[in-house]
């Protein structure tokens, strides 16, 4: 089946510092895959996504790009702020398992700092 | 802008009773999803639906049940609410990959 791993937290960095979130997955088809982000006390919101191999999503100064060689999807900004802290989720879809629903990881909390 | 509408942000109940949680979606999504979220497990499945009156198993149906009788709106129902159902319930919708539109959350608390 399909399964989606992501880095374990929480992570706490400075403000401005470089992050990055590892993702990787398992999947019977060819995937679309997903970042989201929630927000203390809200619900989630989609970040970005990716459709197929070698595609760059981005968005809020966030980027991932869809490594089908490696089965990754790396969330990556150059210069975090205090207002990026929130839990991020990496998710597929999966069309080709004739399922509707998106496969997702545990979630990583990111803490930033002043 | 779109959107998903949870009707309740923050309920209690007590052991015993009988809960629904509402959700309303306004983008003409054919599928709409059930999860509910705990800490350290992250979101988990409970039950999706691709049509109206139609509705499939997720991961953890067990003690829950839904309703959905129009596109547009997709009911979560605990018939008899217990302790470890304490948690936060997400409701979504989407539109095959175009990604899950999510609600902003319900979290019951059943004492």
């Known amino acids: 089946g399909n399964s989606v791993t992501q880095m374990e937290g929480p992570v706490t960095l400075s403000e401005e510092a470089f992050l990055t979130i590892n993702c990787t997955y398992t999947?019977?088809?060819?995937?679309?895959l997903f970042w989201y982000v929630q927000y203390p006390g809200e619900g989630l919101q989609l970040l970005l996504k990716a459709t197929k191999a070698d595609d760059k999503g981005s968005n809020k100064g966030f980027e991932a790009t869809y490594r089908k060689e490696t089965t990754s999807f790396h969330l990556e900004k150059g210069s975090v702020q205090v207002s990026d802290s929130a839990v991020y989720f990496c998710a597929l879809y999966d069309s080709g398992a004739g399922s509707y629903q998106l496969t997702f990881g545990k979630g990583t909390k990111l803490s930033v700092i002043p | 802008d779109v959107k998903v509408t949870q009707s309740s942000r923050y309920l209690v109940k007590r052991t015993g009773e009988k809960v629904f949680l509402e959700c309303v979606q306004d983008?003409?999504?054919?599928?709409m999803f059930w999860y509910r979220q705990d800490p350290g497990l992250g979101l988990r499945l409970i039950y999706f639906?691709?049509?109206?009156?139609?509705?499939e198993k997720g991961d953890i149906p067990e003690g829950y049940s839904v309703s959905r009788e129009k596109k547009e709106r997709f009911s979560l129902i605990l018939e008899s609410a217990s302790t470890n159902q304490t948690s936060m319930y997400l409701c979504?919708?989407?539109?095959?990959?175009?990604?899950?539109?999510f609600g902003e959350g319900s979290r019951l608390t059943v004492l």
């Open positions: 979504a919708s989407s539109l095959s990959d175009r990604g899950v539109v």
């Open positions: 999947a019977t088809g060819y995937p679309s």
């Open positions: 639906s691709y049509d109206v009156k139609m509705k």
């Open positions: 983008m003409d999504h054919e599928n």
